[in-house]
């Protein structure tokens, strides 16, 4: 399995996980502490900023210690799968993920099959 962090700019970071791993919250962590650092280095000015991270609801995203972690980092979270019930939120996510150019966003998807 692959975990591959990407933005409408290409991939930022993939990680490689040993076969029959499975992605608890340990295992996230892990990853996510190695995804941050590459972030700081190919998205320094981002990184700078506020930014969103977008999660569905898999049990590893959703577990006490992971938000915990989330918060500790300072990581904003975006949608988290059926916690989402306020509608702004839902249309500010459309509104973020329509301004991404077509063009950057197929590109993403490109460089991720890469």
Known sequence: M???FFDNC???FQHYLP????VIAAVFKDVMNMF??????KRPEMAKRDWYFHF???PCHTGNST??????KGI???LEGVEIVDK???KEWTRVGRAIPEDRFREAFRKWFE
């Open 56 to 58: 569905d609801n898999a």
């Open 10 to 12: 290409g991939v930022i």
């Open 2 to 4: 692959v975990l591959s």
């Open 76 to 78: 904003k979270k975006m």
């Open 19 to 22: 076969m029959r791993t499975s």
């Open 88 to 90: 702004s939120v839902q």
């Open 36 to 41: 941050l650092k590459k972030f700081k280095e």
């Open 67 to 72: 938000k915990e972690f989330l918060a500790k």
